[in-house]
Nanobody, 125 residues
Framework: VQLQASGGGLVQAGGSLRLSCATSGRTFSRYNMGWFRQAPGKEREFVATITWSGGTTDYADSVKGRFTISRDNAKNTFYLQMNSLKPEDTAVYYC???????????????????WGQGTLVTVSS
């Protein structure tokens, strides 16, 4: 599975952005998807994940109620809608995929098999 993240940019605090992750290669619908982020000087952290069917989601507490993960299997694409953005959301955001055979949900980066290249989100105060 190849993943290509896009949609990052500069936004003011309180604003919104939608990230997209286009996939190609193996059957998209067999993979659960997730988003991680890495701020400067910090470790990569889990943001959100969604099952292969799109029926179930899981979020980090820091983004719950503000971010929404979704997917469109017909387009082989999944998304991260980010609302009420805060300066602490500034990071490089990575999309990732793991097999439906892996126990869900997982917030461990090591459980994810494929990664996109990252897209930078900068939130100004």
């Amino acid at each position: 599975v190849q993943l290509q993240a896009s949609g990052g940019g500069l936004v003011q605090a309180g604003g919104s952005l939608r990230l997209s992750c286009a996939t190609s290669g193996r059957t998209f619908s067999r993979y659960n998807m997730g988003w991680f982020r890495q701020a400067p000087g910090k470790e990569r952290e889990f943001v959100a994940t969604i099952t292969w069917s799109g029926g179930t989601t899981d979020y980090a507490d820091s983004v719950k109620g503000r971010f929404t993960i979704s997917r469109d299997n017909a387009k082989n694409t999944f998304y991260l809608q980010m609302n009420s953005l805060k300066p602490e959301d500034t990071a490089v955001y990575y999309c990732a995929a793991f097999s439906f055979r892996t126990t869900w949900p997982t917030r461990r980066a090591d459980d994810y098999d494929y990664w996109g290249q990252g897209t930078l989100v900068t939130v100004s105060s």
